[in-house]
C-alpha cells in the first residue's frame, strides 16, 4: 500500500513539474508575417560552416549504409 501511494505521488510531481516547466513565456513562438489570407511563421535561416556540413555528410553517408 505504502508504495502505490509513492508511486501516485510520484506521479503526480512528474505531471506537475512537467507543466509547470515547459515554455517561460508565450514570446517563445517564430515571429509571424502579417497581412496575407494566412499568418506564415518564419523561421531564422541557419547556414552551416565545412566542418559542421562534413557531420552532416558523415551521418548520411552512415544512414545509407544501412538502407
Do not use: H
Not at 508511486?7 to 508575417?33: N, Q
Not at 499568418?39 to 556540413?53: D, T
Amino acid at each position: 500500500m505504502k508504495l502505490k501511494n509513492m508511486l501516485w505521488a510520484g506521479c503526480f510531481f512528474f505531471v506537475a513539474l512537467s507543466l509547470f516547466t515547459a515554455c517561460e513565456s508565450y514570446d517563445e513562438m517564430p515571429p509571424r508575417i502579417e497581412g496575407s489570407s494566412t499568418a506564415k511563421l518564419v523561421f531564422p535561416i541557419y547556414e552551416m560552416n565545412s566542418e559542421e556540413r562534413a557531420i552532416v555528410d558523415a551521418i548520411r553517408d552512415e544512414y545509407k549504409q544501412f538502407e
